[in-house]
């Protein structure tokens, strides 16, 4: 077993609740929905510009960010009992829930525990106005009968930041390959899943390229930057290290406000600007 194996902490652990009503950056969405406390996508350097960092949940747990993953072991009965309460006053018709805020509900561990997918049943059931799913996981593909029920309901939001794998492993080397996630995609919309590209946070690409590549996968595209999507112009990505990793890398004339123009031209050419949304605005735009 590998030292980093070790250090890993895998813990289940009772929630006192599963909705978590929203706020800020969120606040278009009603509830979000982490059936997970950390995520393992953190783990050895992966995700270094990962928001999440930087609030008091990274702290749950002793070590740093990535290197321990709470499971909500009552997540079902909780969201159950929610579900019932927000049908029981009529709110369902107006409810929109994100999963995920704070994790990838598609990590790793899903796989053995099926959180998520336990979520998305009891969501299937109550049908609230519209879920949409974050995440960078090709795990989301063994979910697609659930999804495809959901219809409607349903938004698949797929993070691939950029279509250069070379830049996938400098930045964010324990994210699935740039053509798996691209064939994920492609599989949930062939599927009749609505899928949005989240080329968030934008890393250097192949505007053109990257374009045409997602004008197949996806129904819709939001961008979003460093600059326009960390809430502080980019200090908050500065004080993680993002100007410097990019230094380091040569990437700098792409760590700027701005950086993402040629892309949005290329894709709004390509898609039709109608499929091209931007930062907070776009993501809320459900
Ligand atoms: S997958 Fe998302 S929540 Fe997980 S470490 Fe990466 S950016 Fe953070």
Known sequence: MSACLIMRRYVLRPATRALTPTGGFLKGFSFTLNPYVGCAFGDNGGCPFCYVRTLVIAH???G???????????????????MATLERTGRLPTTTILMSSATDPYQGWERQLG???AA???????????LMIQTRSPLVERDIALLRELGA??????TVETDDDVVRRAIAPTSPSI?????TARRLRDAGVFVQLAIAP????????????????????LIDTYFLGDGSNGRRSCELGMGETYRRLGYERWFV?????????????????ERVVMSRDGFLAI
């Open 257 to 273: 406000p701005g950086a993402e123009r040629e892309l949005v031209e290329a894709m709004k050419a390509e898609l039709g600007p």
């Open 60 to 62: 749950s747990e002793p």
């Open 115 to 117: 959180l998520s997918r």
């Open 153 to 158: 309901h349903l938004l698949v939001s797929l």
């Open 64 to 82: 740093p960010w990535g290197s321990w993953v709470i499971a909500k072991s009552n997540l079902r009965e909780l969201l159950e009992r929610e």
């Open 120 to 130: 998305l049943a009891v969501i299937l059931r109550y049908r609230p106005r519209r």
């Open 202 to 221: 934008m890393m250097p690409n192949s505007p053109k390229r990257f374009a045409r590549l997602a004008a197949e996968a996806a129904n819709r595209v």
């Open 179 to 183: 053509v798996r996630r691209l064939q």
